[in-house]
């Protein structure tokens, strides 16, 4: 479905180069959902937005992204529109700002419709408030008639969701669906995407998330970031039971069931990294070797993969 290959992305800023994504390798296949974890900071983020290639003029990108035989980063921006919503739809991160306040909701959850597929005003209206009602914002007709500041945060994001899956996409990247939510609302979002996949079985689905807790509930597997690389990639009940990465076991450990566990040290800054292995200042195993020379992404068997000293020991 998705490849992504030797992906390197760097701004340019006053202060000068700085590179947030090196050397990002990794596979979404058919159907299946896949969680991107990791702390802020850590490039999970500019990643979803470099696949939509939704970045400020000052990113320069390198290496491909192929999606169906075709390479994301090379084509013109009239095709990108084409896959854009339709083939790929996108949940961005900031809710409060991601809907027009001009605008009604519905018109604008149907404009995906009619730009892709020619529905007519009162077709694409009409499967608006179909969409609100699967996802139980109600009153459906009314709430299709209102603007987004007559909605909670959580209707927002419904709204949203409901917007990304309208055309059908064949896969769908969510940036933070739950972030600001409480518990109750996680519960109601998580059962959304449950009821999102039993709509289309083979969607494929990028969930970029710091909760654990929901990645849990939905992925099939994990890819852990850390500094703007990838360190791990698992599937999920393997990463739950044993991660593999140093930076992933003390992750585990700071959830609240695990003891609430701090991780020593301070988070990479990735625009000055550490030399080496990018987590060996807090790293508890660390050694000569990890401060001096970067760990390449060791393939365990076809499920699992490190990037990490101790595998190559």
């Not at 701004?11 to 180069?17: A, K, L, P, S, V």
């Not at 937005?49 to 003029?57: D, F, G, Q």
């Not at 044993?242 to 930076?247: F, Q």
Request: hydrophobic share 40%.
């Amino acid at each position: 479905m998705l490849s992504i290959r030797d992906l390197k992305v760097k701004f340019y800023t006053e202060e000068g180069e700085v590179t947030v994504i090196s050397d990002v390798n990794l596979d979404l296949f058919k159907g299946e959902t896949v969680a991107l974890i990791g702390e802020s900071g850590s490039g999970k983020s500019i990643l979803g937005h470099t696949i939509i290639r939704l970045l400020p003029k000052n990113a320069n990108v390198s290496g491909h992204i192929i999606y169906k035989g075709i390479d994301l980063l090379k084509i013109d921006s009239s095709l990108l529109r084409n896959i854009r919503g339709r083939e790929i739809a996108w949940i961005p991160q900031m809710v409060g700002s991601s809907l027009n306040p001009t605008v009604k909701i519905g018109v604008q959850i149907g404009e995906v419709l009619i730009d892709h597929y020619n529905y007519r005003n009162q077709r694409a209206w009409s499967s608006a408030i179909d969409l609100l009602k699967l996802f139980e914002v109600e009153p459906a007709e009314e709430v299709a008639k209102g603007y987004p500041h007559q909605l909670s945060g959580g209707m927002k994001q419904r709204v949203l969701i409901a917007s990304a899956i309208a055309a059908r996409p064949n896969l769908l990247i969510a940036d933070e669906p739950t972030k600001g939510l409480d518990t109750i609302k996680k519960t109601l979002i998580v059962n959304i995407f449950k009821k999102i996949k039993d709509l289309k079985p083979d969607l494929s689905i990028l969930l970029i998330t710091h909760d654990l807790k929901f990645a849990r509930e939905l992925a099939d597997r994990v890819i852990v970031m850390y500094c703007g690389k990838v360190i791990e990639i698992n599937d999920k009940n393997s990463f739950f039971e044993l991660p593999l990465h140093p930076y992933s076991k003390l992750l585990l450990k700071s959830l609240p069931s695990k003891g609430l566990y701090p991780i020593p040290g301070k988070p990479a800054n990735v625009a000055n990294p550490p030399s080496g292995c990018r987590f060996h200042p807090r790293c508890p195993y660390a050694s000569d070797i990890c401060e001096k020379s970067s760990p390449p992404l060791i393939k365990l068997d076809l499920n699992r993969c490190v990037a990490c000293w101790l595998y190559k020991r």
